[in-house]
């Protein structure tokens, strides 16, 4: 769940994304991943899998799995197909012919318990959460927001979204599959043909 710190800056919800202006537009996709027992099994496969040598290394000052734990996972696999046909409509600039333009660079679990933290930081490129558990929430101080984790909830923020939170003082661990989105060298190219395409047909792409 999204919500504003302060409540007269604006915030435009549509039906699959947020529009938040303050003091720059983004819009961040969101939905809810209909699976609650798969949602349990990357509980279990983060826990089984926690990489002691990630314990504190990055930005997550918690546990976590190594960074590319979860690519070639078939459940993960099959979550990223379900968001291209969820959003290939409404957000065609990312997920229509998604393989042609992007490709997942890594995808991995973290394990929040209390104490730990995240290093406030950004991403050069998309970056996903698909939130496991309940926990602590995610600050966005540029946004003005800050993020609630429920289980099945997914956000998908664009490049350059400065995010983190201080010391987790719950009781409950916190559990997440994150996921970074880069561009592949060629998508210019894809971009042109695109473009033609679509004046060909008359086509305007959203």
């Known amino acids: 769940m999204i919500s504003l710190f302060n409540r007269n800056n604006k915030l435009s919800e549509e039906k699959n994304s947020l529009i938040i202006t303050y003091p720059r537009t983004v819009s961040i996709i969101f939905g809810h991943y209909p699976y609650p027992d798969i949602i349990h099994n990357f509980i279990i496969d983060i826990k ?25 996972n078939e459940m993960f696999i099959n979550f990223i197909h379900y968001l291209i046909n969820k959003h290939q409509y409404t957000h065609l600039n990312i997920f229509e012919h998604f393989f042609e333009k992007y490709f997942v660079e890594n995808a991995w679990g ?5 104490n730990d933290s995240l290093n406030f930081h950004d991403h050069n490129c998309l970056h ?3 939130y496991l ?6 600050i966005v101080h540029e946004l003005n927001i800050k993020i609630t984790p429920e289980p099945v909830d997914y956000y998908i923020f664009p490049a350059k979204i400065l995010h983190g939170f201080d010391s987790y ?7 997440s599959l994150i996921f970074n989105i880069i561009e592949k060298p060629n998508k210019f190219n894809y971009t042109k043909k695109l473009d033609f395409i679509n004046e060909k047909y008359g086509r305007k792409e959203k």
């Open 133 to 138: 558990s309940k926990g602590c929430d995610l």
């Open 169 to 175: 003082q719950g009781e409950t661990n916190r559990y």
């Open 128 to 130: 996903g959460i698909l």
């Open 48 to 72: 089984n899998n926690l990489d002691p040598k990630m314990k504190n290394y990055s930005n997550v000052k918690g546990g976590m799995t190594s960074w590319f734990h979860f690519l070639e």
């Open 110 to 114: 973290n394990e929040i318990m209390k």
